[in-house]
T-cell receptor
Framework: AQKITQTQPGMFVQEKEAVTLDCTYDTSDQSYGLFWYKQPSSGEMIFLIYQGSYDEQNATEGRYSLNFQKARKSANLVISASQLGDSAMYFCAMREEDIGYSTLTFGKGTMLLVSP | EADIYQTPRYLVIGTGKKITLECSQTMGHDKMYWYQQDPGMELHLIHYSYGVNSTEKGDLSSESTVSRIRTEHFPLTLESARPSHTSQYLC???????????FGSGTQLSVL
């Protein structure tokens, strides 16, 4: 089973509007972390935001916020006031503790296109 | 801003050639990783290292090998490249296990 599921292959949004990118995860761990990364066409991966499983408040970083619903196992990324430069692939990732090594498992990504 | 560097940025080579993809970081991170990413797809971990002289295979089988002789350097080698190795290779590092990863710009490899 997929550990990270991003159901939206592509999303379109107009400049200055808000957009939500969906992410659901599957883990039996009590302690885990959720990350969002942005990958522009240039290829590098840019860290956006992090949410720990024990964090009671939703994480925010500037225009990025994470809508964390633990019971639903969802960690949606909300981008407010979209900008043309937000056009990129967005990956949700999870850190688990119970595997032999602890690194990040990534979803398939969502391509976001921001139009003028 | 991440201080992790990958070279070359793009590489086009013929089948059977030996290649080494370079990755260096100046952050003093013990943990380093190699991910493979096909176009429009997710990243898959192929190698990781938790320190000097420590290397392990990730969850995606790969014919490549890695070495970690110095903390800052984590090169990936393909002894005999094949078209099936065509992909993007991303190097990353982290200060601690499970912390956020800092990524290099990637190497786009094309094997003809």
């Amino acid at each position: 089973a997929q550990k990270i599921t991003q159901t939206q292959p592509g999303m379109f949004v107009q400049e200055k509007e808000a957009v939500t990118l969906d992410c659901t995860y599957d883990t039996s761990d009590q302690s885990y972390g959720l990350f969002w990364y942005k990958q522009p066409s240039s290829g590098e991966m840019i860290f956006l935001i992090y949410q720990g499983s024990y964090d009671e408040q939703n994480a925010t970083e500037g225009r990025y916020s994470l809508n964390f619903q633990k019971a639903r196992k969802s960690a949606n990324l909300v981008i407010s006031a979209s900008q043309l430069g937000d056009s990129a692939m967005y990956f949700c990732a999870m850190r688990e503790e119970d595997i032999g090594y602890s690194t990040l498992t990534f979803g398939k990504g969502t391509m976001l296109l921001v139009s003028p | 801003e991440a201080d992790i560097y990958q070279t070359p940025r793009y590489l086009v080579i013929g089948t059977g050639k030996k290649i080494t993809l370079e990755c260096s970081q100046t952050m003093g991170h013990d943990k380093m990783y190699w991910y493979q990413q096909d176009p429009g797809m997710e990243l898959h971990l192929i190698h990781y290292s938790y320190g000097v002289n420590s290397t392990e295979k990730g969850d995606l089988s790969s014919e490549s090998t890695v070495s970690r002789i110095r903390t800052e350097h984590f090169p990936l080698t393909l002894e005999s490249a094949r078209p099936s190795h065509t992909s993007q290779y991303l190097c990353a590092s982290s200060a601690q296990v499970g912390e956020k990863l800092f990524f290099g710009s990637g190497t786009q490899l094309s094997v003809l």
